[in-house]
């Protein structure tokens, strides 16, 4: 299993950046797929971006693309979500979670931290 925990959310105004943090605990971390999600209020959760598990590999969902940037660091057990550019419309709880290879679910997630973006 791994645990997870966020931070690095806060309030920025639009056009921003942040830099958010997920520390994954577990001695296996090289072997899972990362993920961060988003939800807004009265939204679905959805896909922000991913990565793959030596970190060759992302895939990010349109509305993020070339704003922002997935990356992990293997020997500290993060996973990081550069986030840029910042619009109203990225205010969300962001969470991170983690994906046991090969298997394509995300199984653990982590508590979330609060994005808020001011116009």
């Known amino acids: 299993q791994v645990q997870l925990v966020e931070s690095g959310g806060g309030l920025v105004q639009a056009g921003g950046s942040l830099r958010l943090s997920c520390a994954a605990s577990?001695?296996?971390?090289?072997?899972?797929?990362m993920g961060w999600f988003r939800q807004a209020p009265g939204k679905e959760r959805e896909f922000v971006a991913g990565?793959?598990?030596?970190?060759?590999?992302?895939t990010y969902a349109d509305s993020v693309k070339g704003r922002f940037t997935i990356s992990r660091d293997n020997a500290k057990n993060t996973v990081y979500l550069q986030m840029n550019s910042l619009t109203p419309e990225d205010t969300a709880v962001y969470y991170c979670?983690?994906?046991?290879?090969?298997?394509?679910?995300?199984?653990?997630w982590g508590q979330g931290t609060q994005v808020t973006v001011s116009s």
């Open positions: 979670a983690a994906r046991k290879l090969p298997q394509r679910q995300y199984d653990y």
């Open positions: 577990g001695r296996t971390f090289s072997s899972y797929g």
């Open positions: 990565i793959s598990s030596n970190g060759d590999s992302t």
